[in-house]
């Protein structure tokens, strides 16, 4: 249970710093161009900062720091589900895509949410 819960927190942890520190590169794959401010500032925010965030509640969550692990998988599987379904649903939205970023990204997310309901 613990190394499924640190190997998806070094993903958020991963994440969260690329995103800090080259929010154009992050986004790049997803065709998202970022030229102001204001733009590398919400992929900073929203994949820097909450990937941070998520990260640093799993690490919690594998220390068992006050009894949150339950909780915390139990959230994080939820949001990476979430973010799974939403793909789904864009690929009945939208045109089919190439397999990159956007089935990889599925695929990591659900992968990601099954590990950690199943250790839940």
């Known amino acids: 249970m613990t190394t ?3 190997i ?9 710093v690329y995103a800090l520190a080259a929010p154009a590169a992050l986004a790049r794959p997803f065709r ?3 030229e102001s401010a ?3 500032s919400e992929i900073r925010a929203v994949y820097g900062g909450f990937g941070l965030a998520i990260a640093a509640v ?3 969550a594998a220390l068992d720091i006050g009894d ?3 909780g915390a998988v139990i959230t994080v599987a939820a949001a990476l589900a979430g973010m799974a379904l939403g793909r789904l649903f ?3 939205a939208d045109k089919a895509t190439a397999f ?3 089935w990889w990204y599925f695929w990591i997310e659900t992968i990601g949410a099954a590990l950690l309901f199943g250790v839940a």
């Open 100 to 102: 990159y970023p956007i």
């Open 90 to 92: 864009s690929r009945i």
């Open 58 to 60: 799993l690490a919690a």
């Open 8 to 16: 998806v927190g070094m993903f958020f942890f991963g994440m969260g």
């Open 4 to 6: 499924t819960v640190i």
């Open 38 to 40: 204001e733009s590398r």
């Open 32 to 34: 998202i161009v970022i």
């Open 68 to 70: 949150v692990r339950p």
